[in-house]
């Protein structure tokens, strides 16, 4: 059973951190490409960052870049996204995800067949 858990959301003034996490379980996590995507309200959910199997590689949304680090720790099955320099524009809930590397390039938000409940991000003075 494919279970995503995300946690360590909440509410912070613009130029703060936060440090999500997201225990995956179900699956064989370290055969698999990770991602963190967000929606705020009245918008579509965004890829904000992306991990490869071996942390070889980390794209990020331009948005983003320059401000968050996704890891992950294939030993925990767990996926992280610190959240650095925090603008309003950042408040969304936040979700993580996983996909065969083979298929994630093609693979819109609306191709995932599983979704945890998220993590609320808030951003305001």
């Known amino acids: 059973q494919v279970q995503f858990v995300e946690s360590g959301g909440g509410s912070v003034q613009p130029g703060g951190s936060l440090r999500l996490s997201c225990a995956a379980s179900?699956?064989?996590?370290?055969?698999?490409?990770m991602s963190w995507h967000r929606q705020a309200p009245g918008k579509e959910r965004e890829l904000v960052a992306a991990?490869?199997?071996?942390?070889?590689?980390?794209k990020y949304a331009d948005s983003v870049k320059g401000r968050f680090t996704i890891s992950r720790d294939n030993a925990k099955n767990t996926l992280y996204l610190q959240m650095n320099s925090l603008k309003p524009d950042d408040t969304a809930v936040y979700y993580c995800?996983?996909?065969?590397?083979?298929?994630?390039?093609?693979?819109?938000?609306?191709?995932?067949?599983?979704w945890g409940q998220g993590t609320q991000v808030t951003v305001s003075s």
């Open positions: 179900g699956f064989t996590f370290s055969s698999y490409f």
């Open positions: 995800n996983a996909a065969p590397g083979s298929y994630f390039f093609k693979m819109t938000p609306n191709d995932y067949d599983y």
């Open positions: 991990i490869t199997v071996g942390s070889t590689l980390r």
